[in-house]
């Protein structure tokens, strides 16, 4: 019984390691998600007429979220990681991308 006990206790390590990749791609997601947020309230306070500049800047924050995904996928496809970062980089680009995508197809439809 007190050897169940010593291996129910026992602490597992493991040379895993958090990629730095996959850290800068939940970085990159966190900045463009930032960017979202500000180029739509900044869209919001002038009534959707912000004009070209903000359009670009929605634009860059796109592309961000791009290279963000694409990092995080690069980073998964790594051996011996922990996959909690690029999983999450992961998923925060890839929704941004959709929200991004989504934004300009009800811009341009209305």
């Given at each position: 019984?007190?050897?169940?006990?010593?291996?129910?206790?026992?602490?597992?390590?493991?040379?895993?390691?958090?990629?730095?990749?996959?850290?800068?791609?939940?970085?990159?997601?966190?900045?463009?998600?930032?960017g979202f947020f500000a180029v739509c309230m900044v869209s919001s306070q002038s009534?959707?007429?912000?004009?070209?500049?903000?359009?670009?800047?929605?634009?860059?924050?796109?592309?961000?979220?791009?290279?963000?995904?694409?990092?995080?996928?690069?980073?998964?496809?790594?051996?011996?990681?922990?996959?909690?970062?690029?999983?999450?980089?992961?998923?925060?680009?890839?929704?941004?991308?959709?929200?991004?995508?989504?934004?300009?197809?009800?811009?341009?439809?209305?």
């Amino acid at each position: 019984m007190a050897k169940k006990k010593q291996k129910q206790s026992s602490l597992k390590l493991t040379d895993k390691k958090h990629p730095p990749l996959a850290i800068g791609a939940t970085f990159v997601g966190l900045c463009s998600g930032l960017g979202f947020f500000a180029v739509c309230m900044v869209s919001s306070q002038s009534h959707g007429k912000a004009g070209m500049y903000i359009g670009a800047w929605g634009i860059f924050c796109l592309l961000l979220s791009g290279l963000g995904f694409v990092m995080a996928w690069v980073s998964l496809r790594k051996d011996n990681i922990r996959t909690f970062f690029p999983s999450v980089a992961a998923v925060i680009n890839g929704l941004l991308m959709v929200f991004y995508i989504l934004l300009y197809f009800w811009g341009s439809f209305i």
